[in-house]
């Protein structure tokens, strides 16, 4: 069924898909008080491109089906990017890899602080680790959630555009 997408549903799955990520990590840090660490935010940067993206491409998909096309493509290298993003934060939580000395742990940020900084409750500086799960669910961090769904709209997206390319042949 998912392969006789037409290409606007394609492509408001594709962007309703990424909404609701980014309402969903949203939730979690205003609702649910997890706050994110710098990783965190970057994935969610390609998720408010891809509903950019997917607003410009359903408007475009009678009036200019050829630009809806391209666009479908741009959405799905949103997701390659975020999939990646969130594999390379997976692998710093799961010890794969060193992450930022920023967020990860590093001491270069506590040795800039005078020792009056780092004794004060005021000015500590509110830092979440980037290698430090937060939460998770089935044995997987909320980037490694991430990184299933960005493969999965990065395949929705493609479907757009192939369903865009099957209708104009």
């Known amino acids: 069924m998912m392969r006789h997408l037409t290409l606007p549903i394609a ?99 506590i040795m800039s602080l005078s020792a009056t900084e780092l004794l004060s409750i005021d000015t500590a500086p509110a830092l979440v680790m980037c290698n430090e799960v937060a939460w998770a669910f089935g044995g997987l961090s909320m980037a490694s959630w991430n990184g299933v769904i960005c493969a999965a709209l990065c395949a929705i997206w493609i479907m757009a555009f192939r369903a865009q390319s099957q209708s104009t042949a």
């Not at 492509?11 to 205003?30: C, E, I, R």
């Open 11 to 109: 492509v408001a799955l594709a962007g309703l898909g990424s909404a609701a990520t980014l309402a969903a990590a949203f939730a979690f840090q205003h609702l649910g008080g997890l706050a994110p660490c710098a990783i965190c935010l970057w994935q969610r940067w390609p998720h408010a491109a891809a509903v950019g993206l997917a607003v410009l491409a359903f408007a475009l998909t009678s009036s200019a089906p050829k630009w809806a096309r391209g666009i479908a493509l741009l959405g799905a290298l949103a997701m390659v990017v975020n999939t990646g993003i969130a594999l390379y934060h997976t692998g710093i939580e799961r010890g794969w890899w060193q992450g930022p000395t920023s967020c990860s742990g590093g001491t270069e940020d």
